[in-house]
Structures are given as structure tokens and as C-alpha cells.
């Protein structure tokens, strides 16, 4: 694992708790998250979700809306697992390096590897919020699509004033899953 060869900025890491394991998969660089997974108890059944862009999450610690999400999978969702994955898998805690001169936001693995998630998991929760920059909600657009290719149903906490899926952190804790509906986000 190379995670710690790149630095996202932020100060905010959350140790995980003695019965909670993490995994995670980054590129050998360390830029990319591919995947981030949390497992609390025996079983096959996980939650997928969908975010604008990594942060500091690692196998061993939490960020903030890592801990909301895989929280929220466990409790409210009554699952044994919780795996996250996001629109461009580029970590960064500031938005805005997204779009610096030389950052290339998504990999070429990203697409695959939550394709291959959404196929196996029990729910498909996107929570990337209001994307501002074109690019940005191009990418979100090009994996909705993609996603609703493969017939992969999808749940998000709530919509923003675009239509975009609320972001965990912005929602209260008892919001409920809702549909995101089929053919409903452009960019």
C-alpha cells in the first residue's frame, strides 16, 4: 500500500473501532483510492457507496463520511459490510486540487472497480452532492449511466436543488434510502 506516498491533506483521521476491520486499495502511487472497505460481522451483504472523491480514509482510520456511511450501513441498513468507492478517485480533502493543471481527478481503474462492487452489492447509495465544475458532473453523469447500463438499482439520502444525491454529512442521521431515480442526472 502506498496511501501514506501521497498526502490529501486534512487533519481529520479517525482510528477504527477494535471490531470494525478495514481494507483498502490504492494505487501504487498512493493518489488513487480505488476501494475502501469496512466489515463488522460474518456475511456477504454490503452497501456500496458512491462519493465525489476520496479523502484521508485508510484501512486504519476514518474520515468523517466514511464514518457516517459505514455507520449508517450497519445500523440502518442492518448489513455485515460497507464498501466505498467514488466519481474520481483522486484523494484530496479539497475539492478545488481536483482541478489544478497536471491532476488527473479519475483513474482508468476507477470505472472497473465499482462496476464490479455495484454488481455484488446489496445497495448502491450515491452521495456525491452538488458537483459545480462541468467536469465534475460529467463524470458523475458517464458513471450514473454506466451504472444504470447494468441495470444496478440505485438509493441515495435525499436530493439537492440540481437533482444531485445529498451528500451523508448534510443529511440527518435517520434519513431515509430513496430511489435515485433512472435517467435523472445529466451533466
Given at each position: 500500500?502506498?496511501?501514506?506516498?501521497?498526502?490529501?491533506?486534512?487533519?481529520?483521521?479517525?482510528?477504527?473501532?477494535?471490531?470494525?476491520?478495514?481494507?483498502?486499495?490504492?494505487?501504487?502511487?498512493?493518489?488513487?483510492?480505488?476501494?475502501?472497505?469496512?466489515?463488522?460481522?460474518?456475511?456477504?451483504?454490503?452497501?456500496?457507496?458512491?462519493?465525489?472523491?476520496?479523502?484521508?480514509?485508510?484501512?486504519?482510520?476514518?474520515?468523517?463520511?466514511?464514518?457516517r456511511e459505514w455507520t449508517?450501513?450497519?445500523?440502518?441498513?442492518?448489513?455485515?459490510?460497507?464498501?466505498?468507492?467514488?466519481?474520481?478517485?483522486?484523494?484530496?480533502?479539497?475539492?478545488k486540487t481536483l482541478l489544478?493543471?497536471?491532476?488527473?481527478?479519475?483513474?482508468?481503474r476507477n470505472l472497473a472497480?465499482?462496476?464490479?462492487?455495484?454488481?455484488?452489492?446489496?445497495?448502491?447509495?450515491?452521495?456525491?452532492?452538488?458537483?459545480?465544475?462541468?467536469?465534475?458532473?460529467?463524470?458523475?453523469?458517464?458513471?450514473?449511466?454506466?451504472?444504470?447500463?447494468?441495470?444496478?438499482?440505485?438509493?441515495?439520502?435525499?436530493?439537492?436543488?440540481?437533482?444531485?444525491?445529498?451528500?451523508?454529512?448534510?443529511?440527518?442521521?435517520?434519513?431515509?434510502?430513496?430511489?435515485?431515480?433512472?435517467?435523472?442526472?445529466?451533466?
Amino acid at each position: 500500500m502506498a496511501a501514506e506516498s501521497h498526502d490529501p491533506g486534512g487533519k481529520v483521521r479517525i482510528k477504527l473501532p477494535a471490531n470494525v476491520t478495514g481494507e483498502a486499495s490504492f494505487s501504487p502511487c498512493g493518489r488513487y483510492r480505488h476501494l475502501l472497505t469496512r466489515r463488522w460481522a460474518d456475511g456477504d451483504d454490503f452497501a456500496l457507496w458512491i462519493g465525489m472523491n476520496p479523502s484521508t480514509a485508510t484501512e486504519e482510520v476514518d474520515d468523517p463520511t466514511v464514518q457516517r456511511e459505514w455507520t449508517y450501513t450497519r445500523v440502518r441498513l442492518g448489513l455485515s459490510a460497507y464498501a466505498k468507492a467514488n466519481v474520481m478517485d483522486y484523494r484530496a480533502t479539497d475539492p478545488k486540487t481536483l482541478l489544478e493543471p497536471g491532476i488527473e481527478p479519475r483513474s482508468g481503474r476507477n470505472l472497473a472497480v465499482i462496476l464490479e462492487q455495484a454488481r455484488r452489492a446489496k445497495y448502491v447509495v450515491l452521495g456525491f452532492g452538488a458537483l459545480g465544475n462541468r467536469q465534475q458532473r460529467t463524470y458523475a453523469a458517464a458513471l450514473v449511466s454506466a451504472l444504470e447500463a447494468e441495470g444496478v438499482p440505485l438509493f441515495c439520502l435525499g436530493f439537492t436543488a440540481d437533482g444531485s444525491p445529498r451528500h451523508p454529512l448534510y443529511v440527518k442521521q435517520d434519513s431515509p434510502l430513496v430511489p435515485f431515480p433512472p435517467g435523472s442526472y445529466r451533466a
